[in-house]
T-cell receptor, first 112, second 114 residues
């Protein structure tokens, strides 16, 4: 029944070792978002896609990249994770611009 | 800098009481307002959306919006221990326009005591 699916739920990586987080959706929504959330903080938008149009936030580090090969899937690549990148990563979708956002369960990333 | 402000809490209420959660926002042109519930270690879950001034009720939840005062609130009636969570207020400046990203508050931690 899950509509926004994130894999894996937990990811442990080593300092500097590239990691990819996955998000898929069955809602056929046009917009997909990636957020980073650290403990007791608000979700921080990293980037989003409106269809194939990629929109990067000005303060998103270059270390973070994203791919959306088709409507259903979106990936977050962290090229060289640092200790400060340990966080919950949330994927969300919305039908269109400004619409309600539906979140996946999140991936908790640990960096050793 | 668009801001959404919430009291971080914790807000502690007894079971059965009304919990009142408040949120103010700085961008006067904001059009869409959302309340998300987030349990510890989990992802945000939509509770309510509201777009027009006034009240919107859904079960035990009532969202209240006052655009003139730039204020949105969430009331939870007959609070249950299962309502204990962080409540995130989120504001969207436009509906369908070019600027449509959500701005989240830091959330208010609600604890309902049995």
């Amino acid at each position: 029944d899950a509509m926004v699916i994130q894999n894996p739920r937990y990811q442990v990586t080593q300092f500097g070792k590239p990691v990819t987080l996955s998000c898929s959706q069955t809602l056929n929504h046009n917009v997909m978002y990636w957020y980073q959330q650290k403990s007791s903080q608000a979700p921080k938008l990293l980037f989003h896609y409106y269809d194939k149009d990629f929109n990067n936030e000005a303060d998103t580090p270059d270390n973070f990249q994203s791919r959306r090969p088709n409507t259903s899937f979106c990936f977050l690549d962290i090229r060289s994770p640092g200790l400060g990148d340990a966080a919950m990563y949330l994927c969300a979708t919305s039908r269109d611009k400004g619409g309600i956002q539906y979140f996946g369960a999140g991936t908790r990333l640990s960096v050793l | 800098q668009k801001e959404v402000e919430q009291n971080s809490g914790p807000l502690s209420v007894p079971e059965g009481a009304i919990a009142s959660l408040n949120c103010t926002y700085s961008d006067r042109v904001s059009q869409s307002f959302f309340w998300y519930r987030q349990y510890s270690g989990k992802s945000p879950e939509l509770i309510m959306s509201i777009y027009s001034n006034g009240d919107k009720e859904d079960g035990r939840f009532t969202a209240q919006l006052n655009k003139a005062s730039q204020y949105v609130s969430l009331l939870i009636r007959d609070s249950q221990p299962s309502d204990s969570a962080t409540y995130l207020c989120a504001v969207n400046p436009a509906r369908g326009g070019s600027n449509y990203k959500l701005t989240f508050g830091k959330g208010t931690l609600l604890t309902v005591n049995p």
